[in-house]
């Protein structure tokens, strides 16, 4: 074993230099720092283009996915209508509500989820109540805070996520 190492020891000692071996770490270095260039980011882009093409503004309560939201619009929180602001998590549980896009006519499934951890945002608070329940059908009760199974009940802001098309 040790003459087998030795001999490719010694082939590969004679095959490279240091400047071929910082060459190549140059060029290691270099290519890492195009990897974030790549077509990845500009997919992820164009997705976020797509949702900030819907038809009405996402700031204001008469948003179409807004029909069952109570609470405050994350979009004015530092995040958005489908992600969190910094520093919160959003909750594993949500109630849903079914919204008619303005657009194609179509009734889609809103899962509206809250954003736990922070003190509350307090700014673009709206109160829609469309298909709003009783507590007795609590997943379609708006009034609960849904910050279950996250380290604080504190809510922060709600997101609104489109599910898919209402059956």
């Keep these: 074993m040790d003459a087998l190492v030795e001999r490719v020891t010694r082939t590969v000692a004679m095959r490279t ?13 270099a290519g890492a720092m195009v990897l974030p260039l790549l077509p990845v980011e500009r997919v992820s882009a ?7 093409a819907e038809e009405g503004d996402p700031l204001s309560c008469d948003y179409w996915r807004y029909c069952g939201f109570d609470g405050s619009l994350c979009g004015c929180c530092g ?29 889609y499934m809103i899962g509206y989820r809250d954003c736990c951890g922070k003190d509350q945002c307090g700014r673009c608070f709206c109160q829609n109540n469309k298909g709003d329940m009783p507590l007795y059908r609590t997943q379609l009760d708006n009034g609960v805070t849904w910050c279950f199974g996250t380290a604080s009940f504190v809510v922060n802001c709600t997101t609104a996520v489109k599910l898919g098309l209402k059956s």
């Design 17 to 29: 230099s240091r400047r071929g071996i910082l060459g190549m770490l140059g060029k290691l270095i």
């Design 46 to 52: 164009r997705a976020n283009t797509a949702e900030a």
């Design 79 to 107: 995040g958005s209508t489908t992600q969190c602001p910094p520093g919160t998590m959003m909750s594993p549980t949500s109630w849903v509500g079914s919204c008619k896009h303005p657009i194609d006519g179509k009734d």
